[in-house]
C-alpha cells in the first residue's frame, strides 16, 4: 500500500531533500539513467534526478515517432537552459514496428511497454553500464493499473512484475506518493519554469493513446496535426488538459458537393485536480466552432469534429 502524500500538506523543500538523499543511497557510486518526455512527471523527476546526482543521472529523449509536433527540439532546448544534458535517440522505425497491426487499446500499450523498456532503454541501459532507471511515475498511474482501468506503461512492481528480472535494470520512482497537483507542486520547488511545471498532462504512450484502432505513421500525422491546433486554440484557457482524439472508423462527408469518406475527430477538455474524477470543460461555442473549422480546413481527410461531454467516470481524460 502507497501512502499518499497530498499537495496540500506537500513539504516541498523536505520531500526533495529526502528523496534525493534516498536517490543517492540507492545508486551509491553507479551510474544512472532517465527518460525525459518533456511532461510535467518526467520533467519534474529529471531535475529531482539530476540535484541528487549531478553528472551520474544521464538524461534521454525517447523519439518514438509518437510525439507533438517539434516535441524532441522544444524539450533538449529547455533543459538546456536549465543546465541539464540532453541526448535524443532515434527509435521511431522500432516503436511503429511494435505497433503494426495492432488495434487493441491493451496491446499497444504493451508493446510500447516492451519496445521501451525491454527493447530500446535496455540497449541504451546496457551501453552506458547503468543499473538504475529514474523514472516519474505518480500515484494515479498505479491506480488506474492496479484497478484494471488501463495498463500505464510504467507501472511494474504492483503487478508482481520485477523490472530487474524482466529488464536488467532497477526502476526507482521517487514521485510515486504523489498525485499531479503535487508534482506541480514539486516541480515548481525544484526550479521548472511555468511553461512545464503547468504544462498539461501528456500519456506516456503519446499520440499513440489518442488513435482509436491502428496507430501508423500516418494516423499519427493526423492526430499530431489535429493536436497542435488544438492546443493553440486552447492554451488560453484555464483547463486541467485538453487533446484531439482519432477515431478508427471512416465516416461520410461532403467536398464539393459529393460524397467523401473521411475522418472523426473527437476533441476532448477537462476540468480535474488530480486526474481521478473530471469534467468537461464548458467552452463557448464560438471556441468549438473556430476550432472544428481549423482541423477542417488544415488537416487532410477530416470530415468530422465532435466534442466530448462525457465526464470521468464513466469516461476516462484519454480514450486509448
Excluded at 546526482?53 to 527540439?73: C, S, W, Y
Excluded at 506516456?204 to 497542435?228: D, F, H, M, N, S
Excluded at 482519432?246 to 477538455?269: N, W
Aim: proline letters at 4%; aromatic letters at 6%.
Amino acid at each position: 500500500m502507497i501512502e499518499e502524500i497530498k499537495a496540500r500538506r506537500l513539504d516541498a523543500e523536505q520531500f526533495i531533500k529526502e528523496k534525493t538523499r534516498e536517490i543517492r543511497d540507492i545508486v551509491g557510486d553507479g551510474m544512472a539513467l532517465n527518460a525525459l518526455s518533456g511532461g510535467v512527471d518526467s520533467s519534474t523527476v529529471t531535475l529531482l534526478g539530476h540535484k541528487a546526482l549531478k553528472k551520474r543521472l544521464q538524461t534521454v529523449f525517447i523519439d518514438n515517432g509518437l510525439m507533438r509536433a517539434h516535441e524532441p527540439e522544444q524539450v533538449v532546448a529547455l533543459f538546456k537552459k536549465l543546465g541539464v544534458k540532453v541526448k535524443v535517440v532515434d527509435a521511431q522505425e522500432e516503436f511503429f514496428a511494435a505497433l503494426k497491426g495492432l488495434t487493441d487499446p491493451e496491446q499497444k500499450r504493451e508493446a510500447i511497454t516492451q519496445t521501451f523498456y525491454k527493447q530500446v532503454f535496455g540497449r541504451i541501459v546496457r551501453d552506458s553500464g547503468a543499473k538504475f532507471l529514474l523514472q516519474g511515475t505518480i500515484l494515479t498511474d498505479v491506480d488506474e493499473t492496479v484497478a484494471g482501468i488501463k495498463r500505464q506503461h510504467n507501472v511494474f512492481q504492483q503487478l508482481g512484475i520485477d523490472p530487474q528480472q524482466a529488464f536488467g535494470y532497477r526502476i526507482l520512482e521517487p514521485l510515486i506518493q504523489l498525485r499531479k497537483d503535487g508534482v506541480r507542486k514539486l516541480g515548481k520547488a525544484l526550479g521548472l519554469p511555468p511553461a512545464l511545471f503547468k504544462r498539461i498532462p501528456f500519456p506516456g504512450p503519446a499520440l499513440a493513446a489518442r488513435v482509436i484502432g491502428e496507430a501508423t505513421p500516418e494516423r499519427i500525422e493526423t492526430v499530431r496535426q489535429a493536436t497542435a491546433i488544438v492546443e493553440k486554440r486552447l492554451k488560453s484557457v484555464k483547463a486541467f488538459q485538453y487533446l484531439a482524439i482519432l477515431h478508427s472508423d471512416r465516416v461520410t462527408g461532403m467536398r464539393d458537393g459529393k460524397r467523401d469518406f473521411g475522418m472523426q475527430i473527437e476533441i476532448r477538455c477537462w476540468d480535474s485536480v488530480d486526474a481521478r474524477v473530471a469534467t468537461p470543460t464548458r467552452l463557448p461555442y464560438r471556441l468549438l466552432e473556430a476550432m472544428a473549422g481549423e482541423i477542417l480546413d488544415k488537416v487532410a481527410g477530416v470530415v468530422s469534429v465532435t466534442y466530448n461531454i462525457a465526464t470521468k467516470p464513466p469516461s476516462t481524460i484519454e480514450a486509448v
